[in-house]
């Protein structure tokens, strides 16, 4: 095969219908090999030819090959210096994978030839040992030439207004490998995600946008494999604009069409698609980590390398390494890849893992830049993007740091909610804040905030009321991994019990917690698991489980469909009010609680005016919060009004937003209390939507209208009520 010169953009391996071209950024490189391989009679692969790209445009080699196809397997070499100590580490005894492969073949096998370096997993980092001479190919995965046909057929994002967006966390085989209703060739893939009863469970949960843990092509690392568990979670990312082709049902492709079909089909049904990913690290490792792809093409362009000694990568992640996103070809691998997500599978949005490693320089200055960057970007502008406003780095916590533009999970919400409904004192000044949406954290609004109670990381919520410390065992860390302040409680009993009243009052504050996380203002996101009563017997970091710890369980018994059914009626009462949606900052607070507030709360005695403000903070004797109230640190009930009178700000047709006005009564202490309700104009009564305290088949029901005349109610410890105000009498 003759090539022709090619071109140097795009990068990667990219069939246009005659050929192929393949440009690779290189820039410490002599000489850059395309490698073609062909399945092999026995298993494996046999590598049919070996074609050098003989231009350089820069640091790119290209060239343009005709008459290679769709399902082509290839990988790369790269001959070049080896220099450890100025972190160098050509070797063309390493097959290496396209950063920028659109699919990935075969598996990854552990094995000492996979490494640069000679002495393999057993070398010290800061070793500048010789060049490892074995041939690698045997062991790792090659990239696959990608048909970029697809029928859409129309498809459409189905644009879900920020306000209105409810988020579910999911994983793509856990999500589906024991649901009795997919069909069992589509468990644990794409296609089981879109399969018709899984959208149908989703849309019950009132869910808008679905969240996928990562998929970008990942491997697991040694350590795991040598234990015998696996990397499930998949933050440990080998191809970035690759789908995982384990959630396929082949490697050749089909797990790029696959991909597609199913994102076009949750549009259809209205749901939008994030992604979960993760390009502050990769697969590769620390120093003395594997030569896969970036490290053996130019190790210190694509990673951050110790100022003090660049034979050891800098490690901002807890991973081994970090992406060197500042530098210009690693930040066009990240800018490719979303855009690829974006624009070719169709993707709504994106969540950034450990977001801060992304731009890390010596102050971070580089973050404003990146993002100014993503936001300006034609396509990615209209994408959701949410970030993880942390990681290991100093400074590393980054909660409300982000530009506008950029919503950020909110781990404050979720750290209140836990300390208030375990029952611990003084929460509630910050929970007015989480509430009624972090206005002290996030200065664009109430949309900036993802608020959640529980994710992936740490525990289930069905764990959270179950455990008082994490059970990690099965990790083979003994016990070491995953967090230590869960602000958990077990409420009697360590783990499963029979004691009937140690599972009711688990389940009330399950309930509690579940509500007050849906009802807040800001963007909701749920756990994917949680309705279904789902737990990891106590593992709060179980990345490591591919397996029933991890699989979510849809055989319910009796109390967790009880539960189930809480949740789904939750939903349509959440969707129901326009005043738990609002897009801006919310103002009837105290200004020492909530800076954005502009005034105090009058305390008359009298009816409270309606119009008047957005929100009354109230004490159980429903008069308004005032601020010694607030500096009262056994405080443990918190009441919410919310008028439902908004002309101030309109609904996204225009229209000034309206809806009913609502009570919210929270007692997150041991003491059951009476609520006072507070004296409004106009007559006019009480509905009660939710009790959190009731028995779960009724606790999210509209279970009628209180009596006339009523003034007061039980408000049970550890429990949750919202009211509606009923029309007044004609």
Partial sequence: MRPLPGSPWPLGARWDGRGVNVAVPAGPARAVWLCLFADAPGGGFTETARLPLRERAG??????????????????????????????????????????????????????????????????PAADGPPDERDSAPFVPRGVIVDPRFDWEGDRPPRVPWSRTVICEAHVRALTQRHPQVPEEHRGRYLGVCSPPVIEHLLSLGVTTLELMPVQHFVSERRLVDAGLANAWGYNPLAFLAPHAGYAGGDRGQQVAEFRQMVKTLHRAGLEVLLDVVFNHSAEGGSNGPC?????????????????????????????????????????????????????????????????????????????????????????AGCKLVVEPWDLGPDGWRTGRFPPGVAQWNDRFRDVLRGFWRGDAGQAPELASRLSGSSDLFEAGPTASVNFVTVHDGFTLLDLVSYAAKHNERNGEGNRDGVDNNLSRNWGAEGPTGDPAVLALRDRVRRSLWASGVLAQGVTMLRGGDELSHTQDG???????????????????????????????????????????????????????VPACDERAPDTGGPLDLRARDVYWLRPDGRPLQEADWRHADAHALGVLLPGEHADEPDEAGHPLRGATLLLLLNGGEDDLSAQLPLLPDGGGWRLLVDTSRDPAASARGLADLPPGVQALPLPAHALLLLERSAAPA
């Fill in 59 to 124: 640091d790119v080699f290209h060239g343009w090959f005709p008459g290679l196809q769709p399902g082509q397997l290839y990988g790369l070499r790269a001959d070049g210096p080896w220099d450890p100590a100025r972190g160098v580490r050509c070797n063309p005894h390493k097959l290496l994978l396209d950063p920028w492969a659109l699919a990935v073949a075969g598996p990854l096998r552990w094995d000492d030839a996979v490494y640069a370096h000679a002495g393999g997993a057993a070398v010290p």
């Fill in 539 to 593: 593992n709060n970091n179980a990345y490591c489980h591919d397996d029933p710890t991890t699989w979510l369980d849809w055989s319910l018994d009796a109390r967790a469909a009880a539960f189930l059914g809480f949740a789904r009626e939750l939903a349509v009462i959440a969707r129901g009010h326009p005043v738990l949606r609002r897009r801006n900052v919310l103002r009837g607070c105290l200004p020492e609680h």
């Fill in 292 to 380: 896969l792809s970036l490290r053996g093409l130019d190790n210190a362009g694509f990673y951050r390398l110790r100022p003090d000694d660049p034979r050891l990568a800098l490690d901002l992640t807890g991973c081994g390494n970090t992406l060197n996103v500042p530098h210009p070809r690693a930040l066009q691998l990240v800018l490719d890849a979303l855009r690829h997500w974006a624009g070719e599978l169709h993707v709504d949005g994106f969540r950034f893992d450990l977001a801060p490693a992304l731009a890390r320089g010596p102050a971070l200055e580089h973050l404003q830049t990146l993002w100014h960057v993503v936001l300006q970007d034609p396509l990615l």
